[in-house]
């Protein structure tokens, strides 16, 4: 590939609300039904290809803890993200997004330049409150965000979600993903795997 180039994507959201779920999803294409409760956070890379523009990104997916008593870590891995994607999955953790992590988030780095999105998870569960998906797509309207209705458990809307984030991150401001260049050139073929991550 001519051009090399990473991008840190991060998932943000209270507790519970499936942000691990969609990762695996996304990185694995698995499904935990009993999950447990993320410490700390983990970082997988996914490689997004471009043939025709000789393009090559690396896309570092971070999950991180919605737990409270976890913030402060979950804070310092916001840091460097060209890529925020903000869960939710009924009223309270909407009202978190608004209230907690969309302001957390706009202290530590520049939202303005990142790619937004919103996601309302488990949509295999039926929603009682009709109008809160108004509100959720009118508030992803305003801070111009990306809004998805995803279920990792059904595989709903996880590869389009993906396929947004592939399409979208071309047009951001990225750095050189140095590691990759530097791998290139000494031709080692070996390829990333979820052990690794080149941040
Ligand atoms: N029905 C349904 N349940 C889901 C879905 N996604 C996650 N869950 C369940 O919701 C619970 C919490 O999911 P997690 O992905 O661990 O939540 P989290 O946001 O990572 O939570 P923390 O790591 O504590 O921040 C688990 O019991 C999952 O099985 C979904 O799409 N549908
Ligand atoms: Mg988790």
């Known amino acids: 590939m001519e051009k090399n180039k990473k991008a840190k994507a991060i998932f943000l959201g209270d507790s519970k609300v499936g942000k691990s779920a969609i990762f695996s999803r996304i990185t694995q294409n698995t499904f935990n039904e ?26 570092n997916f971070w999950d991180t803890a919605g737990q409270e008593r976890y913030r402060a870590i979950t804070k310092t891995q916001v840091y460097g993200s060209n890529i925020v994607i903000f869960c939710c999955e009924d009223e309270n953790s909407f009202e978190s997004i608004k209230e907690i992590w969309y302001k957390e988030c706009e202290k530590l780095i520049d939202l303005s330049k990142c790619l937004k999105f919103i996601l309302k998870t488990k949509c295999d569960i039926k929603c009682e409150n009709e109008n809160l998906l108004k509100e959720i797509k009118k508030y992803a309207n305003k801070i111009d965000a ?33 590691a990759q260049i530097r791998i290139n050139n000494i031709n080692n073929k070996s390829k990333y795997n979820s052990s690794n991550c080149w941040c």
């Not at 009993?34 to 970082?43: E, H, L, Q, R, V």
């Open 34 to 59: 009993y999950n447990i409760a993320t410490i700390g956070s983990i970082c997988v890379p996914k490689i997004y290809i471009n043939e025709t523009k000789k393009l090559q990104i690396t896309i």
């Open 146 to 178: 990306i809004f998805f209705e995803t279920s990792a458990k059904n595989n709903i809307n996880i590869d389009a979600l993906y396929e947004s984030i592939c399409f979208n991150v071309e047009k951001l401001n990225l750095d050189d993903d140095e």
